[in-house]
């Protein structure tokens, strides 16, 4: 009799956790970004993507933050302006992590959502079982930070805090130079829109950096059924190394030999 209750408990909250997985939206298959690394493509100028010279965008920066994107600006049309993840194994960090060129995928679950990234070791984890962020003497800056959510229907909100600040020079935001502060809080609202894209808008506040909420939306295409994501990294040797006193990047060939040159030398 006893076994036969415990199989009955077993089944009911089995059912429950099945019609539980049912309502949440599927998200599965590979995804890919639309509109190139440019992170905010509504406020940019210039023809050509991220490195290219007279490229930018206008965040709504304060003068302290905009002096520091035009220095960015001035190292990037150099060629030199140091990218972190120019070393092996950074990872990208938020937001940046929603503005990379290579594939995504998105693991729901009914206590959490990973968003996986095949570029680098990236991985961000936003719990939806109704906890709320620690403590914040609980909290320490980190690549993704922590993340709360819940679900508004198909739709994913959820609340980011303690992020790497741009000046620990562990995270950029992308290759133009735009950086952010270490008191950045960002709300994203995540779902399917009605072209099947995947869409991310995300609010910025960031209290020592911008005048006002700054908002950016990304969008990610569905791939062809059955497409796969393979891991990869650079080499364990640093196959580009940075010019200390530059900051240049080198590019290695075949032969371990660089094949470009200084432009400061």
């Not at 997985?21 to 210039?46: C, H, N, R, Y």
């Not at 729901?108 to 962020?133: A, C, L, S």
């Not at 809080?185 to 995947?198: E, F, K, L, Q, S």
């Amino acid at each position: 009799m006893q076994r036969a209750i415990i199989f009955l408990l077993l089944s009911h909250f089995a059912f429950i956790g099945s019609v539980n997985a049912q309502e949440l939206p599927d998200w599965s298959g590979v995804w890919a970004m639309m509109g190139g690394t440019i992170f905010d493509q509504d406020t940019k100028i210039g023809d050509g993507g991220s490195t290219a010279v007279g490229v930018r965008e206008h965040p709504p920066y304060n003068d302290a933050y905009e002096a520091k994107y035009l220095a960015n600006l001035v190292l990037r049309d150099a060629g030199v302006f140091p990218d972190p993840n120019s070393f092996c194994g950074i990872p990208t960090g938020f937001p940046r992590l929603m503005n990379l060129p290579d594939v995504y995928e998105f693991a729901v679950t009914p206590k959490q959502v990973w968003i996986i990234t095949e570029n680098g070791p990236n991985v961000m984890r936003i719990y939806t079982d109704g906890r709320e962020h620690p403590a914040a003497n609980d909290m320490w800056p980190t690549h993704t930070g922590d993340s709360v959510g819940y679900w508004q229907g198909d739709t994913l909100v959820f609340d980011t805090l303690s992020l790497h600040s741009s000046e620990s020079g562990n995270t950029i935001i992308d290759r133009t130079g735009l950086v952010l502060s270490d008191a950045a809080h960002i709300v994203t609202r995540m779902h399917i829109n009605d072209d099947g894209m995947m869409e991310a808008q995300m609010t910025i506040n960031d209290a020592k950096a911008l005048t006002a909420p700054w908002v950016v939306t990304k969008r990610y295409r569905k791939l062809e059924e059955g497409a796969r994501v393979y891991d990869y990294a650079c080499n364990e040797n640093n196959r580009n190394p940075i010019d200390p006193n530059t900051g240049w990047t080198y590019t290695i060939g075949t032969d371990g030999k660089i094949i470009d040159i200084n432009p400061g030398q």
